[in-house]
């Protein structure tokens, strides 16, 4: 059984798109946990007019808690789920018809290589805008993204996981609970704690995911080049926070690592997306 969690907040837009790809995907043994974080909208209405669809495969939760926002949200189902896989799901996005499967066969083939270890599984996605029509086929080279992450140091400074193509294990769940007030998203944690676990990240290469783009995105994909960096410095400011950010978390993750390590991590990094030299490394095993 896999448990899908999809954390809800004024989604009224685009729920129902995500919620039918959910329903038409070829693998069926899933559970959709929905926690809504506090939607002034019709959105809760939307989900409870699918609940006949999902023929008792649906909870939902109300996040009464006083930690809100995307990350928190998640962090809360993620406490609730017992399943052994754990699938992460917005609400903005839809779903290609075999995600779940595909996922899963990889999750499995890396569980049989790594008995007992951490697993995450993640895959590219196809970049849309807000009425589904393209506007890149692969969210990697749009971003130029590495596809592979292979060092921990890396990871902390650059995440190339999109939360919304995850599946991880149970014990990958493990070692990532509980999620800090200094984790910037859950995905981007959960994926640190699995390579610090000593764990394996997997990619399915295809993209699974029509990643929607509109002026509400909480992350969102942006078109990666001198143009975005120079725009980022003249915002000195801007930087500066960004860069604290990803300090503070990876303090969480490992109180040892230096801010001038970071710093020569993530500038190389950062030159390696504007040269266009961000893959060909080896898939984490």
């Not at 509109?214 to 942006?222: D, I, P, R, T, Y």
Request: net charge negative; hydrophobic share 40%.
């Amino acid at each position: 059984m896999i448990d899908i969690v999809l954390a809800l907040h004024n989604g009224e837009d685009f729920i129902s798109h995500q919620i039918g790809s959910i329903l038409d995907q070829s693998w069926q043994e899933w559970r959709v946990m929905v926690s809504d974080d506090g939607s002034s909208d019709s959105s809760l209405k939307i989900v409870r007019d699918f609940e006949c669809e999902f023929n008792g495969k649906l909870d939902l939760f109300i996040n009464r808690s006083s930690l809100h926002g995307a990350k928190n949200n998640f962090a809360y189902l993620l406490s609730l789920t017992n399943a052994p896989y754990i699938m992460f799901c917005d609400q903005d996005d839809v779903w290609l018809k075999y995600k779940i499967e595909v996922t899963l066969r990889k999750m499995q083939e890396l569980e049989a290589l790594h008995p007992d270890k951490p697993v995450l599984v993640h895959s590219d996605l196809e970049v849309v805008d807000e009425s589904l029509n393209p506007i890149a086929s692969s969210m990697f080279d749009y971003q130029r993204l590495p596809r592979h992450t292979v060092e921990l140091r890396e990871l902390m400074v650059q995440n190339n996981i999109t939360g919304c193509t995850v599946m991880i294990n149970r014990r990958a769940l493990e070692v990532s609970l509980p999620i800090p007030a200094e984790a910037i998203m859950h995905d981007w944690w959960v994926g640190c704690k699995v390579l610090q676990s000593g764990g394996v990240i997997g990619l399915v290469p295809e993209a699974l995911v029509k990643y929607r783009q509109h002026e509400n995105n909480s992350v969102g994909s942006k078109r990666i080049g001198f143009k975005y960096y120079f725009s980022k410095l003249i915002g000195t400011r801007g930087y500066i926070h960004s860069f604290w950010a990803i300090y503070r978390q990876a303090k969480a993750l490992d109180p040892s690592v230096s801010a001038t390590a970071l710093v020569f991590c993530k500038i190389r990094l950062t030159l390696n997306r504007l040269l266009g030299k961000q893959d060909g490394l080896a898939e984490t095993r």
